[in-house]
């Protein structure tokens, strides 16, 4: 037997009791007695008690602040906290966390509040956990009963919507004590089903006709499911365990179909837009290629050998028009030249005088400008316009030379 001093004994009771996870969460149902708040921290202190006991509670000012009401002492309460040691006086207590107003509602509230502290502790709720939604799926997985108006719903909408994907429904008691068992059976088939989604859903009905979706296993089989899942269980006021689990929350069966299904219209819109798009943008394309193969083949004809040919036998035969325009102005100009020679030399030709009634005296086939070249019995040569004839000089009456 080993010796502890007063304080080591309590220090390992508060050790013991605070490693102990049954004490982390508690819920205890008693009257409540004692109530007071401290004026300067704002923390409550009392006791709950009922006939055979009562144990002190501290409730913080963080915590009491979110109450809507203030407990009174003789209130039936249930108190929802860890219990705990105070560890100088070994005085065992409840940090409590929320008080609710007994009631089977109230205790039903406590107790569901008791699940989620505890699964939220563990990050069943985290938003890291959550998977994203498939946009176009095709298969959808409804888990729910067969005779509940949630089925059809969700069937009409889904096949309204998108009438291309395949639904298969994994049906499940949705109410009462073996209601939790076969939605988790239910679950787990429709996770292995190679569904894109499941839809976990049921119609609504009061706080204990939905009980089965805030029961703990439910909601673990929930967050295990390696497929995304959409909880659409009861009306939009109506909030499950189940909801904070699942990947995403619907309002109602119905707006869960719309959320996992896309609108098959839309799809069509966005399709024809997309093809104005690419028919715009190949047009476009087709426009400018065709710009720069105008612009290759300019460059090519440019370019090509058979085109300086041509360009060649266009600068020969302008050459060639050239030469013989210059060849006929030379020729025109030679044929001016000519025949203004002509002129003048007819203007000056003795014979010219002729027709104007002269004549030309040739003696021996020269001229004769002078009486004085003739002397008598010279034979001369007369020659007249229209022909010649023959004289003998008898007489010489001209100066003697």
Do not use: W
């Not at 699942?246 to 309002?251: I, K, N």
């Not at 302008?318 to 030399?345: A, F, I, P, T, Y």
């Amino acid at each position: 037997m080993s010796v502890l001093t007063v304080g080591q004994l309590n220090k390992l009771l508060a050790y013991k009791i605070k490693q102990e996870l049954k004490f982390k969460g508690v819920a205890v149902k008693g009257e409540i007695s004692n109530f007071s708040v401290h004026y300067k921290t704002g923390h409550a202190f009392f006791s709950i008690k009922d006939e055979t006991g009562s144990i002190r509670c501290v409730m913080f000012s963080g915590r009491l602040k979110k109450l809507k009401a203030l407990p009174a002492d003789g209130m039936s309460v249930l108190v929802m906290g860890a219990a705990e040691v105070y560890e100088r006086d070994a005085i065992c207590q409840i940090n409590v966390t929320d008080i609710a107003v007994l009631g089977d509602e109230g205790i039903v509230h406590a107790q569901n509040e008791l699940v989620k502290d505890k699964l939220k502790k563990q990050g069943i709720f985290d938003a890291s956990r959550k998977k994203p939604i498939p946009h176009v799926p095709k298969k959808l997985a409804v888990v729910t009963s067969l005779t509940g108006a949630a089925l059809q719903d969700i069937l009409n909408v889904a096949g309204r919507r998108y009438p291309l994907c395949t639904v298969e429904v994994y049906p499940a008691t949705v109410q009462g004590d073996t209601a939790p068992a076969s939605v988790c059976r239910a679950i787990s088939k429709a996770d292995m089903s190679g569904a894109d989604t499941i839809i976990l859903s049921r119609g609504g009905g009061s706080a204990e006709d939905l009980e089965a979706f805030n029961a703990e296993a439910v909601v673990l089989a929930v967050a295990a499911c390696s497929t995304p899942v959409i909880s659409a269980v009861g009306h939009e006021i109506n909030i499950t365990l189940t909801d904070y689990a699942a990947d995403m929350r619907a309002p109602t069966p119905s707006a869960a179909a719309e959320l996992a299904t896309p609108d098959i219209g839309e799809i069509f819109s966005a399709l024809n837009a997309m093809k104005a798009r690419l028919d715009s943008g190949f047009g476009i394309y087709l426009r400018r290629r065709m710009i720069d193969l105008e612009r290759l083949d300019t460059k090519l004809r440019a370019a090509s050998p058979a085109r300086r040919l041509n360009e060649a036998d266009k600068h020969l035969d302008m050459l060639d028009k050239r030469l013989k325009m210059s060849m006929e102005n030379r020729l025109r100009l030679s044929e001016m030249r000519l025949e203004r020679g002509v002129s003048q030399l007819q203007m000056l030709s003795p014979f010219n005088v002729l027709n104007r009634g002269y004549t030309l005296v040739e003696r021996d086939g020269r001229a004769v400008t002078s009486a004085a070249d003739l002397s008598e019995g010279d034979t001369v040569s007369i020659r007249f316009a229209d022909g010649c004839a023959e004289a003998v000089i008898n007489k010489n009456n001209g100066p003697k030379g």
